[in-house]
């Protein structure tokens, strides 16, 4: 079956630095996405990862190990603006989108 | 233009009503995506087109039907609702759905739909 798993909720404060873990179970891998989600709003885009190792982007980065079924977003200087919920999605064999039920980030000042 | 665009953003409706929601993208992007999206939860896929051709129907009941009448437009008819199916539905896009790049997926602002 297809499982992806990350942690419900997180609490970091302000200009601190929060990892949120992923794990999958998927039937083939195709990419690995990270969206962000505002109350309300649509997803949206921050990262992607089909190759291991890690990806940069300003003060968001992403960390992939295919032999594990990991993944990991970090978040540096974090800012009142990053809470949010951030989902990840695996794309599997058959290029279909599975998302995670999304992990819930309050920062705090 | 990188954006999905969904109308209405607000739709209340009855059980026995008809109605359709719409979504557009001007970014060249020939697979579209239906999602629906309940409080709190994932958004759960429900229809993608790839190259106006339907390709994925995650097992949607009939009174939703989709409908892509060209490669920068899809809708999705609505009839014979249930109170349960009051949620969030978004539209999405992406270059291909197949392999290659990333193609991650851009999501329009939804439409809130609540069936009475």
């Known amino acids: 079956g297809q499982n992806i798993d990350q942690p419900t909720e997180m609490t970091a404060t302000e200009g601190a630095i929060v990892q949120i873990n992923c794990t999958y179970q998927?039937?083939?891998?195709?990419?690995l996405f990270w969206y962000q989600q505002h109350a309300g709003e649509a997803p949206t885009f921050l990262s992607y990862?089909?190759?291991?190792g890690l990806e940069e982007k300003g003060r968001f980065s992403s960390f992939l190990s295919r032999s594990k079924g990991y993944s990991y977003l970090l978040l540096k200087e974090l800012q009142m603006k990053d809470s949010a919920s951030y989902l990840c999605?695996?794309?599997?064999?058959?290029?279909?989108?599975?998302f995670g039920a999304g992990t819930r980030l309050f920062v705090k000042a | 233009d990188t954006e999905v665009t969904q109308t209405p953003k607000h739709l209340v409706m009855g059980m026995t009503n008809k109605k359709s929601l719409k979504c557009e993208q001007h970014m060249g992007h020939r697979a579209m995506y239906w999602y629906k999206q309940k409080a709190k939860k994932p958004p759960e896929l429900m229809f993608v087109?790839?190259?106006?051709?339907?390709?994925i129907n995650e097992s949607v009941p009939s009174r939703f039907s989709p409908e892509c009448p060209n490669s920068s437009l899809l809708n999705l008819h609505l009839h014979a609702l249930q109170p349960e199916d009051s949620a969030l539905y978004l539209c999405?896009?992406?270059?291909?759905?197949?392999?290659?790049?990333?193609?991650?997926?851009?999501f329009g602002p939804g439409t809130r739909l609540t069936v009475l």
């Open positions: 999605a695996v794309r599997d064999r058959g290029f279909k989108t599975i």
């Open positions: 998927t039937s083939g891998f195709n990419g």
């Open positions: 999405a896009s992406s270059q291909d759905r197949l392999a290659g790049a990333r193609r991650e997926q851009f």
């Open positions: 087109y790839s190259y106006e051709k339907l390709s």
């Open positions: 990862n089909v190759l291991d």
